[in-house]
C-alpha cells in the first residue's frame, strides 16, 4: 500500500470496502473478515478494527492495526493513530506524531494539531503556529476557535482587524463594490470574537456589511440575532434576506417557543412569491408535518412543482405521500410530472418512483423496470462507448 493509493480510495470510495458496509459487516458479527481485510490493505475495516480492538482494551493491538498505513505517512492514517493515543490519555504520544504533519504544512494535519495543543494546555503553542496562515479560511477558522480556548481573543480579534482593512476592490471596474479579502471569512470571524466579548451592536455591524451572508444553509446574523433574543430584528432581517435562511431561523424560535401559527405565517408571508417559496418550501413542509398538517404539506408541495419539477422539492413530496399513506397520489403526480416531459423520466425522479410502487404492492413491476431501465443504460454506453464523449456520459451514469 502507498499514501496516494489509500488516499484515492478513500476520498472516491472506490476499490474498497465502504464505510457503511464495514459498519454493516461488524454488526452482523462478521469480526473476523473486518479483520482479514483490514489486513489486506482495507482502510475503513483497519480503522474500524481498531476503534473497536481499543473499546475492548486491547490497544497495543488497535496501534498493530494501523501500524502499515502509518509507516506510509498518508495524514488520516496518523490522524487515526492520534485520535486513539489521545483518547487513552497519551495526549504527548499524539502531540509528538502529529507534529511533523503539521510542520511540514499538512492543513489539515495543521488544524488536528492546532485543536489536540489547546485542548491539553498549550492554546498559546498553537496560536503561533497558526498566525502565519491568517489568510486561509481554513485556518482563520482554527485560530479563532483556539483564541478562546487559549484566552487570545484580543490577540486574534487585531489579527482578524487588519485583514478585513487590507480588503481590496475584487476587480479593476470602478462600479464594483466587491472586495477581495483574505481570509474571506474574515469579518464573520471578527464577529464571533465580537459576540464572545459582549460586543453585540460591533458585531451586528460587521455582519451587515458583508456580500455573502448565509454558509452550509445558516445565516451568522440571523444566528446571533435569535441567541440575543432580538427577534424584533430578526423579523426585519428576515423580511429583507433573500435565501430564506433568516426566516427559517426565526420559525425555528417561534417553534420553540410554542407560537407554531406565527412560524407557519412567516414561512407564508417570505413565499408569498413562487420564488420565495422555493427557498423555504422543504422547512415549512417540515414545519407542518410535525404539527399534524401533512395534508397541508402536501398540498403545498403538489402545487409548487405541478409546473417546475425540481427533484428536491419532488423528492419531498414523495417522501411525505409515502409517510402519509397516499403512495398511490404521488405516483399519479410522478405519472403528470412525466407526460409533461414527453415521456421522458430523468433517473433521479425514476428513484422516487420506486418505493412508491412497493408501498402499492408493485415491487415486482418495480424491480422488472429497473432491470429494463438498467439494461437500456448499459446498451447505451456499450453503443458510445469508443468516443470521448461517450466516456463523460459513462462516468457520470455510473457515478449514479
Known sequence: MDADDLGYRARTLTGCIPPPLVARLLELGHEREVELQADRGEWFCALEWARLLGHRGRREQALEVLAPYVATNWWPAAQARAELLEGWGRAEEAIALSRPYAEAGDRLALVFFARLLARHGRGGEAFMMLRAGIQDWFL??????????????KEAAALLEVRVEAAVPACDDPDCDNLRMEPSNAVGLLAVIRERQGRIEEAIALLRTRKVTSV??????????????????????????????????LAEVLEERGDVEDAIAAYRTFGATQSGMWHVAVPLSELLVRHGQGDEAIEMLHALTEHDAEDWIVHTLCTLYADQGRSREG?????????????????????????????????????????TRQSTALFVRSALSTSAASKTLYDSSSSR
Open 216 to 249: 452550509n444553509g445558516r445565516d451568522q446574523l440571523a444566528d446571533l440575532l435569535a441567541g440575543h433574543d432580538r427577534i424584533t430584528e430578526l423579523r426585519a432581517y428576515a423580511a429583507s434576506e433573500y435565501h430564506g435562511h433568516a426566516v427559517q431561523r
Open 331 to 371: 405516483l399519479d403526480h410522478l405519472d403528470a410530472i412525466k407526460a409533461r416531459s414527453d415521456g421522458k423520466e430523468y433517473w433521479d425522479l425514476f428513484q422516487m418512483r420506486l418505493p412508491l410502487m412497493a408501498d402499492c404492492g408493485l415491487l415486482d413491476e418495480a424491480i422488472e423496470q429497473t432491470r
Open 140 to 153: 482563520a477558522d482554527c485560530l479563532v476557535d483556539v483564541a478562546e480556548m487559549a484566552g487570545m481573543d
